[in-house]
């Protein structure tokens, strides 16, 4: 009990630093007239009116910045009372006041339930005096103190743990009231703070003035935006999340392949390697097939790059141009559709099975077929002058036959989408042309 009251004489000394205000009144800003009008928690109990004056400084300043020097009169003849009403919740209080005397003083402290403590101080002559009421609702306790000086230590009632109204009253002599002061001191487990500050005051590990220590179930800086857990708020706790620093990854999470995170939490599903055929993704060109992988043979005209080397041909071997499904020779660069057809030698060059050998060999004689492709019409150029032409499908069937006459130019009538040749008679150069076009609509 005394390190109790020890504290709150500290408090009581030096109530800016140990003590959190619950009010404070000076009268500065009253006007004159009934207390009772001017602010509805203080009450007039008596028929006469407290009122609110200005003394002109016969009372110790409440305050430096205090420049009314205003005070409640008791002074009449007749018995004059008030209260100021407050409401506390904690357990340790200094009720601090000054006053100029000319008689006595009563002061009266009352708790919700009717329990009270009435200090009765009668004096002859007049002077200032500083009283303070030192409340301990622990161990039921109060002190009085006087000009600095402790003139009373009585026990409370065991039901008295609060204070709800202050009274002041003239019944044992005529004062004035210069201010009022009611402060909260409570600090039970003694860190330095105050219960009102203090999330648990039992807990002197617990304060605004520690740092939190993550996943203890506590809130060791009393400020619930200090997260205890889930600490990257995703809604999982650390003990279910893998990573309580990245609220991108939690068991609620989709696994995001190739990122190097364990984004569900689940070691069980892959972020590499998916196929698992011992090569990861940097090394792997497809990682959803474990039969492609730097370390299988290349499979030809699977359209797989099975060996994960372009350099290594899966189709087009010969690199002319022309994969497998086009090309009839993919292992001949001079045999595909693109290629020119050599008459008379056996082989397909261009790809379109027909061998030139079908017809004469062109000789003595050079032409132009123009357009090519052409859509309705050929222009048939030629340094020598061509009689007639006939005209062939791929099948080597006579499909039509041309005189030429002299625009050289032959309109393909009934003639539909294909590939066609074309045979070209000059008696001029005794030669004769065979040559390829396309008719495309």
Same mark, same amino acid.
């Given at each position: ?131 303070? &009421? ?19 230590? +009585?026990?409370?009632?065991?039901? &008295? ?29 003694? =860190? ?26 506590? =809130? ?20 279910? +999340? ?29 972020? +590499? ?32 790059? +099975? ?12 690199? =002319? ?5 086009? =090309? ?114």
């Amino acid at each position: 009990m005394k390190n109790v009251l020890l504290f709150c004489a500290l408090c009581l000394l030096h109530p800016s630093i140990f003590s959190q205000q619950i009010f404070f009144e000076d009268f500065d800003t009253y006007t004159l007239g009934p207390i009772g009008d001017q602010n509805p928690e203080w009450v007039n109990l008596s028929n006469a009116q407290v009122n609110v004056k200005i003394d002109g400084g016969n009372f110790v300043n409440c305050s430096g910045s205090d420049n009314q020097n205003a005070y409640l009169s008791f002074e009449s003849a007749d018995f004059e009372e008030c209260k100021r009403i407050v409401s506390t919740s904690y357990s340790n209080f200094v009720l601090d006041m000054k006053a100029t005397l000319n008689s006595g003083i009563s002061v009266k402290i009352v708790d919700t339930d009717d329990f009270a403590f009435e200090y009765l101080y009668e004096f002859d002559g007049s002077g200032n005096f500083e009283f303070a &009421f030192i409340l301990d609702f622990v161990y039921h306790q109060i002190q009085v103190i006087r000009n600095g000086v402790t003139v009373k230590t +009585d026990n409370l009632p065991a039901g &008295f743990n609060s204070i709800d109204e202050i009274h002041f009253n003239n019944s044992t002599g005529k004062f004035k009231l210069g201010c009022v002061e009611l402060s909260d001191v409570t600090d039970v487990d003694g =860190d330095g703070y105050l219960a009102s500050n203090d999330c648990d005051d039992n807990d002197a590990n617990i304060n605004p003035g520690k740092a939190e220590i993550a996943y203890n179930g506590k =809130d060791d800086d009393c400020n619930p935006a200090t997260l205890d857990d889930d600490l990257d708020q995703d809604g999982y706790p650390k003990a279910t +999340d893998c990573n309580d620093d990245d609220a991108d990854i939690n068991p609620g999470k989709a696994e995001i392949a190739y990122n190097g995170k364990d984004d569900d939490c689940n070691p069980a599903t892959l972020d +590499d390697d998916l196929d698992q055929d011992g090569y990861p993704k940097a090394t792997d060109c497809n990682d959803d097939d474990a039969d492609i992988n730097p370390g299988k043979a290349e499979i030809d005209y699977n359209g797989k790059d +099975d060996d994960c080397n372009p350099a290594t041909l899966d189709d087009d071997l010969d690199q =002319d141009g022309y994969p497998k499904a086009t =090309d009839c020779n993919d292992d001949d660069a001079n045999i595909n559709p693109g290629a020119a057809e050599i008459p008379g030698n056996s082989i397909d060059e261009n790809c379109d099975g027909i061998l030139l050998a079908e017809f004469h060999q062109s000789t003595k004689l050079f032409v132009e077929l123009i357009p090519n492709p052409t859509r309705d019409y050929l222009e048939i150029k030629s340094s020598s002058k061509i009689d007639y032409v006939k005209i062939y499908n791929i099948a080597g069937s006579e499909v039509s036959s041309y005189k030429i006459n002299e625009s050289n130019i032959i309109y393909l009538k009934d003639i539909r989408e294909g590939i066609y040749f074309i045979h070209a008679f000059s008696s001029e150069s005794s030669g004769s042309y065979i040559g390829k076009f396309v008719v495309n609509y």
